[in-house]
Structure formats: C-alpha cells, structure tokens
C-alpha cells in the first residue's frame, strides 16, 4: 500500500510554510518531496525530506509532480494551471495562503489570471503585484493544510 505523500512546487514557497510542512510529516512520518529548478534549503534533517531539482526548461518541476504524484497525496503550489492539471486527475491542491483548489473555483482562479495577463499586455498592471505574507496568511494556509491532510490520511 503507497503512503501518502506531500508534494511542494517549492520555487515560490515562503520559509514559514515549508516549515509548518515539514513539522506536520516528521509528526505523521510522510515523505515530503519540494520540486524545484534550483535548490530550495530547509532546515530538517530526516530522510523522507527530499529536494527534487528538476532541469531548468519551463515547467519542468511541475511535470515532475504531475506526473509522480497520486491521489494519495496532497499537494502545494501557487501555480494555477498546474492546480488545473492535477484537479483534473483528481488529486489534492492547495495553495500557501490556505485555500484548496476545487472543480467550482478554478475556473474563477484561471479568470483572474487571464483578466491579469491582459491587463499586464495592455500596459494597465505593471509587474507582479507583491502580495504580503503574514501571520494571517499563515494561519490559514495551517488550517488548510491540516485539514486537508487530514482529510487525504483518512482515504487513504
């Protein structure tokens, strides 16, 4: 029987969420695998913590977690078509700001992100806007992220 898994699409992952990832698997002993094209550091030594440095094309961390990981696991991405991809393969999205990516919302998140791109192209929104990170936002990616781990560990 496979265990489950956590998967992180790690390039744009804040510290403190890698962090409260990795408390939660070395308490419930699951293998965590960050994907990125460059290393991404933490600060746990255990072997089911892995760093999947994937080759530096475009995409190529996110094939890498789409194509390994399952439905037993859960993963964690900003990355919205990527949550697209892995949704439509009925597997466990969730961002680091605590929401879980669903059939019925992706859609809006893809909206958004084209309504975003035209923007940028017609000169309107200038860059990435740079959105804070606090305790907030960290709260809720742990209510998420227990939840849903929860949820996974008890279907699995």
């Known amino acids: 029987m496979n265990k489950t898994r956590i998967f992180v699409d790690?390039?744009?992952?804040?510290?403190?969420?890698?962090?409260?990832?990795l408390n939660k698997a070395a308490e419930k002993s699951l293998e965590v695998i960050f994907a990125a094209n460059r290393?991404?550091?933490?600060?746990?030594e255990n072997p089911l913590f892995k760093m999947k440095i994937c080759p530096s094309g475009k995409d190529s961390a996110d094939s890498f977690i789409e194509n390994e990981s399952s439905q037993k696991d859960i993963i964690i991405t900003r990355d919205i078509?990527?949550?697209?991809?892995?949704?439509?393969?009925?597997k466990t999205v969730i961002n680091d700001?605590?929401?879980r990516f669903t059939e019925k919302n992706i859609s809006r998140f893809l909206e958004e992100r084209e309504l975003s791109?035209?923007?940028?192209?017609?000169?309107?929104?200038?860059g990435k806007?740079?959105?804070v990170f606090g305790e907030k936002e960290l709260s809720s990616f742990?209510?998420?992220f227990f939840r849903e781990l929860e949820a996974v560990l008890i279907h699995s």
Do not use: Y
């Not at 078509?81 to 009925?90: M, Q, Y």
């Open 10 to 21: 790690a390039d744009s992952c804040p510290s403190s969420v890698r962090n409260v990832i």
């Open 39 to 44: 290393n991404i550091p933490f600060d746990f």
């Open 81 to 90: 078509l990527l949550a697209g991809r892995l949704l439509k393969k009925n």
């Open 97 to 99: 700001r605590g929401t």
């Open 117 to 126: 791109l035209q923007m940028e192209a017609l000169g309107l929104h200038k």
């Open 129 to 131: 806007s740079r959105k």
């Open 142 to 144: 742990k209510e998420c």
